[in-house]
């Protein structure tokens, strides 16, 4: 008889034939701008820990001191004995950070998405989503039996011609989910979410924001998109974010009103079946509010450093694409560019992904740049030059 299982390998095999199977490079020691990666000393442009809170002392020393408080477990799911003081602290503190009535921490961001987005809409619903939302949203609407739509990417216009669509619909739909990226990952643009506040406002729908990416670097003091745009949450119902990019821990989370909140809890099966995030990781992420309510210099660091790491970019005459964060693409056409541009940074010192087809489309591969707060000049201009005479070398410049 036929193993049952030989398709693993046989699928594995075909993604390394093809090049597309994923090469995990390994660390050694914590996460930081300048780390030993494969063995090799390389400046790190590919983490999401752009303000390198993840090795700030005061969210390692608070984390020691929870462990030996709490222990290194919760030991449950939050309904049942998984809710900690510690973990109530939290949620109150993010509620404060983000202007919200409440907020409600999950054990990590996919599940928000995997977890709420089935919760909050159903049959004879639908659901408005952006073209390049994250996977995490895509996996979210998959679990639900709402009709969806798909708008192009952060257009206006396209966004408008579905809303007039969807609103002829006789007899019409029960509840209008529009969800959007807040900072798009592949591109670093910022979605317009006053426009589609405004275009959701018209016909009632609920607006659901996934600020990953704009957390710790949006807004007064790293507050978020929300913030960033000044609006609130009886404009953005639903304000979703994680704590493992600039807040340096793990963990997701949503803030808004108190009925989202106590919603939430009681209908979303990643929170009633998944386990309460470790005290350690709660008390370093009050610490992560801390430092950036009290210590501004990070993302004020983080921005000076993305522009003026752009200005060089763009000056030397490489495509940034939609780039408005510390999330910059380099565009260099094919795939293969991208990758050899990836491979001999690398070799220079330099660690960056490149993004190639099926993520992006055939002639928008890139590597993308994520900036980091901690980066000096030198250690930018050291980033430009070698970026230059490779890309010449290439004949991308
Ligand atoms: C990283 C990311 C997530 C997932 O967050 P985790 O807490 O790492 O699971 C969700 N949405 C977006 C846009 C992200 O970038």
Redesign the pocket.
């Known amino acids: 008889m036929k193993n049952p299982v030989d398709f693993l390998k046989i699928e594995y095999d075909d993604l390394v034939e093809k090049s597309l199977d994923w090469k995990m490079k390994q660390i050694e020691g914590a996460s930081r701008p300048l780390s030993i990666v494969n063995g090799k000393e390389v400046i790190v442009l590919c983490s999401n820990n752009y303000l390198g809170l993840s090795t700030h002392q005061k969210l390692k020393k608070v984390s020691i001191n929870a462990i030996k408080k709490y222990g290194v477990g919760a030991g449950a799911v939050r309904v049942i004995s998984g809710t900690m003081d510690i973990h109530v602290e939290l949620e109150k503190r993010l509620a404060s950070f983000k202007k919200a009535e409440a907020s409600l921490t999950f054990p990590?961001?996919?599940s928000v998405?995997s977890g709420l987005i089935p919760q909050l809409v159903g049959e004879n619903d639908v659901i408005i989503s952006d073209e390049l939302n994250?996977g995490?949203i895509i996996d979210g609407v998959r679990l639900t039996k709402a009709d969806r739509v798909v708008y192009k990417h952060n257009n206006m216009e396209d966004l408008t011609r579905v809303i007039n669509e969807i609103t002829k619909r006789s007899p019409p739909y029960r509840r209008i989910l529009i969800i959007t990226?807040g900072v798009f990952?592949m591109d670093g643009d910022i979605a317009k979410l006053d426009n589609i506040a405004k275009l959701g406002s018209e016909i009632g729908a609920i607006i659901y924001v996934?600020d990953?990416?704009g957390e710790g670097v949006l807004g007064e003091g790293g507050r978020g998109i929300v913030n960033h745009f000044h609006l609130n949450h009886n404009e953005i119902h639903i304000e979703m974010g994680?704590f493992?990019?600039a807040f340096g821990t793990?963990g997701?989370h949503i803030s808004g009103s108190k009925n989202l909140v106590n919603f939430a809890w009681n209908k979303c099966r990643t929170i009633l079946l998944s386990s309460a995030l470790p005290p350690s990781v709660v008390s370093s992420t009050i610490a992560a509010i801390d430092v950036l309510e009290k210590e501004p210099s990070h993302v004020k660091k983080l921005w000076n450093n993305t522009s003026y790491f752009k200005k060089i970019v763009r000056d030397l005459g490489f495509d940034t694409g939609l780039s408005e964060t510390p999330i910059i693409p380099i565009i260099v056409g094919e795939s293969s560019k991208a990758q050899l541009l990836a491979s001999k940074l690398y070799d220079a010192g330099i660690f960056v992904v490149p993004i190639v087809f099926p993520m992006v489309s055939r002639d928008k591969a890139r590597i993308r740049i994520q900036m980091n707060s901690k980066l000096t000049k030198e250690q930018i201009n050291n980033v430009t030059t070698k970026l230059e005479s490779i890309s010449k070398e290439l004949k991308i410049l």
């Open positions: 990590t961001g996919f998405n994250h995490s990226d990952s996934d990953a990416h994680t493992s990019k793990v997701g």
